[in-house]
């Protein structure tokens, strides 16, 4: 086997880049490790050029179970089956990454694959990012990199940047920042950050950290392609003939100048379609690609030369100006547990949510997260008649997971925790229509809904899309507020920034050019700050605060707490007695935690009956307590009073009146219920109880008799039966 191995430190640990033969009839490939985690990254380049109207890169990110160590899946099915929704985000990082990087025009297919080979304390998606440019970089294939990524925590309480952190600083200890970026060249072209209620000032600090971290990459990267780098294949994009050029300049110019740069969505459709139509009888000798992608070369310059030079945008408003806001919480069907509405625009979103139980509870089980439980998810859907559109319904793409994904992440910041909260929280994000940024219209829906259901959130949270257009050689770059479809389609960036009126709880950014300069992303923050103001003014107008209380439709969540020593004790043998438990009271669910907190769900009383019977089972008595109980055995000496599901006590004879009678059964008979108090406990846990202690008067009321010899009180025989449990 042929290798040739380089290694960066960065961050604490050794990055090593190994180029070998083990897929060497992949253009390019790169096996990439980083402390125990490593990930192999190829790419090849499709032979013939694509009919499609768009460039045809593909990135899949495979995590192979073996990676973590572990025969993970179903017991039917062991193979890896579809992606996970972290693997499907995992590749959207890197689509997102690289895509910009490839060359205007190009129409052949381009694949990336990762391949996760090794998992332990540091996520492959950093490494995927740096894998899959090194991959593409000494390849053939034509692209403008290679670009660099690079993770930045924060721990709560801590000023300090932790460079690519682990698993265990991640998670264990509660980040207040998990910042990715990726960049090259001093500029940042792709971000991903879930925080909670950070500063957009600590952000632009991370930004830059992360920017001084990449260029150590990028210098690696370089010297690397310099030594292995495979010649490139020349590219050139589609002439521009002088027939298309006047055939545009007379069909599309007139109607741009007509407009005064307002180009409403409804309007470019019909648009577009009447120059294919014309175009295709003026020019038929240009294939339908080449008259489609030239329209869009030319609306795309039009659109950033109105914002650059003359401050417009394509419906009219200002650069920083939202679209008229709705709020609406609940009054969608009283079945719901909580709904919200929001509207910005012509965006309007429906989030409606639903309480469970802890057992309602999303198990995973992937190589990331092994036998975890996610107990607030947010789905997020965008049927095709939100766009005015016929296609198929139903069903998950990565577009759909994910802007739910970034959605929830946004809205997680601000749940309660499970001390005080312990539902299971889903929520819906339907799509009822589109112009632009529906994944922030979510994080608005989804606000709306938690506060309408009675979730006691700590604030409420509002997202806003900001967009750019940029002269990079000009070095002009004008910020836009609340951008709509056509300049998301047409701009250089889309910024998604959601925040409580704190702080950030998440930001995500793509560019369509090669970077953005940090200059930029702080002004970006600003504008979007003013926005996120602005939208919770109009959110908490419509709904102040959580409701005080949950819907009466929602599963009522009782608490309980018993020693750990008890769990087998309310489990039973193979589960026996908590599914009678579940059987009598009726109970949706009874969750049963490591540390011994119970967390028992149902309706209609159910809940209160198992919680009872629950507490019942595993109460610890106390001398002097009361009960009254049946009588459940009876013996020469007294009889057994039976106080709690698996507990029972003796009266001895003399415990029974003040006075002395016969014989037990003079007094009581099985079956009868009697007063009782907890005398003592002797010191092999027998229970002694005394009916004469709860009520001296009930053995004259009854009409026992004293036997003969008189007296008040005598002796006890010291004669037991066997040692009863105690609990």
Known sequence: MQKKVYSLDIGGQTMTAEFNDWADQAHGSVLLRYGNSAVLATVVMGSKESDKDYFPLSVDYEEKFYAAGAILGSRFMRREGRPSDEAILSGRIVDRTIRPLFPKG??????VIITVLSLEEYDPDVLAVNAASLAIATSQIPWNGPVSAMRIGQAIGSEEF????????????????????????????????????????????????????????????????????????????PATTPELEAAFAELVEPKLKASGGRLPKQELGPMKSEWMKAAKEKLPEVMPGRLD??????????????????????????????????????????????????????????????????????????????EAKRTFMLHYNFPPFSVGETGRVGGMNRRATGHGALAEKALRAVLPAKEVFPYTIRIVCESLASNGSTSMASVCAGTI?????????????????????????????????????????????????????????????????????????????????????QILGVITAEIAAPRADISPR????????????????VIGPGGKTINGIRERTKCDDITIEEDGTIFITGSNGSAEAAFKEINDLTREYMVGERFEGPVVRMMDFGAFVKIG????????????????????????????????????????????????????????????????GGGEDYGRREHRGPPRRHI
Not at 188 to 200: F, L, P, Q
Not at 486 to 509: C, L, S, Y
Request: hydrophobic share 40%; charged share 30%; glycine share 8%.
């Open 449 to 533: 809904a938690l506060m309408d259901a009675g979730v006691p959130i700590k604030k409420p949270v509002a997202g806003i899309a900001m967009g750019m257009m940029s002269d990079a050689k000009a070095g002009e770059y004008k910020v836009l507020t609340d951008i709509q479809g056509p300049e998301d389609h047409h701009g250089d960036m889309d910024f998604k920034v959601a925040g409580t009126e704190d702080g950030v709880t998440a930001v995500q950014m793509d560019v369509k050019v090669e970077g953005v300069p940090l200059t930029v992303l702080t002004a970006a923050f600003a504008q979007a700050k003013k926005a996120r103001m």
């Open 293 to 370: 992608s030239y329209y869009e070369e030319r609306l795309d310059a039009y659109v950033h030369e109105i914002a650059i030079k003359e401050n417009k945008r394509v419906d009219g408003r200002a650069l920083d100006e939202i679209r008229p806001l709705f709020a609406q919480a609940g009054g969608v069907s009283p079945v719901i547990h909580g709904s919200g509405i929001f509207y910005r625009g012509e965006t309007h979103v429906l989030g409606a949510l639903t309480l469970g139980g802890p057992g309602d509870a999303q198990l995973l089980d992937t190589i990331e997260y092994q």
């Open 106 to 111: 190009i129409k052949r297919d381009v694949q």
């Open 554 to 569: 929602a599963p009522k969540i009782l608490t309980a707490k018993v020693k750990v020593d008890q769990i087998g004790l």
């Open 645 to 708: 599901p698996n507990q029972d006590g003796l009266v001895h004879v003399s415990e029974v009146a003040p006075f002395r009678i016969g014989k037990i059964s003079d007094a009581v008979q099985l079956g009868d219920v009697v007063p009782v108090v907890l005398k003592e406990i002797d010191e092999k846990g027998r229970y002694n109880l005394s009916i004469k202690a709860a009520d001296p008067e009930w053995a004259a009321r009854k009409g026992v008799k004293p036997s003969e």
């Open 162 to 237: 932790i460079v690519n952190p682990t698993y265990t600083q991640r998670i264990d200890a509660v980040e207040r920042m998990d910042l990715l970026a990726c960049g090259k060249d001093g500029l940042i072209n792709m971000i991903e950050v879930g925080a909670k209620e950070v500063s957009e000032e600590t952000l632009e600090k991370s930004l830059a950290r992360a920017s001084e971290e990449i260029e150590k990459i990028q210098a690696w990267q370089k010297m690397i392609i310099a030594e292995m780098g495979k010649a490139k294949m020349e590219f050139a994009s």
